[in-house]
């Protein structure tokens, strides 16, 4: 057995080739293993809505990413508009790396020239009906507000009536109070 200047027996052994082979996973020391870090968690998947919302907040921000170098707070701004949208929060890390693997997939697959137009014809109506999608998430929840609001209003006037008629009962027990202390008085 081989021995390493400074460590003990069992370190020496973990880190010698056949001394590593003879050992089992489960002996080694947990400081030998480093632990996985918050970088390297893999990310949760993206939703239809968010994806759907990444490619209208990409296409907002085209320009201003093809002019800067450095452009982490133009992926933060993204992050922040894809949340306003969505509701979902992504890290401008996230989806510096979303783009980047979709453009890759999008560059890595053959495309014949006489496709593209068929196919920026078949975005423009993807596009077209990702919005009316959206579109009718907007109207539906619109519909959604008014109706809580309608709600809302009918609660509130119950309220009022019975305000009203708490105040009508107390006038009358005060009627009959005094009506009571009247007779009592005599």
Not at 10 to 39: F, I, N, Q, R, W
Not at 93 to 99: F, T
Request: net charge positive; with cysteine; aromatic share 6%.
């Amino acid at each position: 057995m081989v021995r390493w200047p400074g460590l003990g027996p069992h370190l020496s052994t973990v880190l010698h080739p056949t001394g590593a082979s003879s050992m089992a996973a489960a002996d080694v020391p947990s400081y030998l293993v480093s632990p996985p870090t918050e970088k390297h968690r893999r990310a949760r998947n993206w939703t239809d809505a968010e994806m759907r919302g990444l490619m209208l907040v990409w296409e907002e921000f085209f320009e201003e990413l093809k002019q800067t170098k450095r452009n982490a707070k133009v992926y933060e701004k993204m992050a922040s508009k894809l949340f306003e949208m969505t509701g979902e929060r992504r890290l401008g890390e996230e989806i510096k790396i979303k783009i980047t693997n979709m453009t890759f997939q999008y560059r890595s697959e053959e495309r014949p020239v006489k496709k593209r137009k068929v196919q920026s014809c078949h975005l423009q109506r993807k596009k077209l009906r990702l919005l009316e999608a959206m579109l009718e998430e907007q109207r539906r929840l619109s519909r959604a507000m008014e109706e809580t609001c309608r709600e809302v209003r009918r609660v509130l006037d119950q309220q009022n009536i019975l305000q009203v008629q708490s105040l009508q009962l107390q006038e009358r027990m005060m009627s009959l109070l005094e009506k009571i202390i009247a007779k009592s008085n005599v």
